[in-house]
């Protein structure tokens, strides 16, 4: 498969300018203009270019102003911003790389050596992306992992605090998972873990939606804006089905022939007496209800506001 071109956002007023970089990048790069700072952030917040090219003398809002919204900006906080401007004093450089820009090239620009530094900085930016990647996954699942999870719920509950939304948490375990390994072997263990993770995604339609590993044998859903009970348990009952359906023979389970999950299901309208913690506690508790109640099946608490 071929991987899609970087793609770059060059922020000139001066068409010439923006003409002469374009020249170097356009074969083998996604090239994006901007002749103002406004249309600059617009097009960054949409694009979400791998590199700007950003010169400091623009109509209206400057460079180093537009390099600072960027840098405030959850979203566009990680794009790479290489000033490239006619201020060559060292005062102005300084500036710029305070303010977050991973670079400062003075115009009349070396093409050769633009080239390179482009490249370099957006081979940097790939780094540190898989690294970023890498922290929140899971290893053996490639789900979210537990801190990426965390992070999440912390989000989506202050978000929900605004919005007055209800928020659903689905914590999930494998039955009987230890007999499993002892059984089978770790690695089939492994196999039968990597299967649910699937079970899960799939079952999860919304891309708000968070699928992540939460401990061992356990995973956490997180579904943002959810309807009525109904609409949740329909979630999960997805997932039960699906791990079913995938007739993993568990010889050792007193549950079932086959590998089976008992699901907790907290959904709530979030209020400040709440705390991300309340809503797994509820989550767990609802789990190990569905345990205790025999496993394979659902347990639910609602708490929504009348
Ligand atoms: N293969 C494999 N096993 C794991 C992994 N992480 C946790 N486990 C196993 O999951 C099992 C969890 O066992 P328990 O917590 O006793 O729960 P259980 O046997 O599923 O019993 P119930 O939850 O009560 O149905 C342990 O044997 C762990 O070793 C993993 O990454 N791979």
Redesign the pocket.
Known sequence: MQLPHPRILIVDDEITNIELIADLFEADHEVLFATTGARALEIAATAMPDLILLDVMLPGMDGFEVCARLKSERLTVDIPVIFVTGMGDVVAETRGLALGAVDYITKPINPPVVRVRVTNHIELKKARDRLTQLAVTDG?TGLANRRRFDETLGLEFARHLRSHADLTLILL???????F?DTYG?LR??DC?RAIARVIERAMYRVTDLAARYG??EFGCILPETGPPSDVIAVAERIRQGVIALEIPHQTSSTAAHVTV?LGVATQRCTSDDSPELLITRADEQLYLA?SQG?NQICLASVTAM
Not at 173 to 179: A, G, S
Request: charged residues 40%; hydrophobic residues 30%; glycine residues 12%.
């Open positions: 053996l375990d494998i039955d009987h998972f230890k007999l390994n770790h263990g492994d873990l061992g044998e008992s345990k496993r």
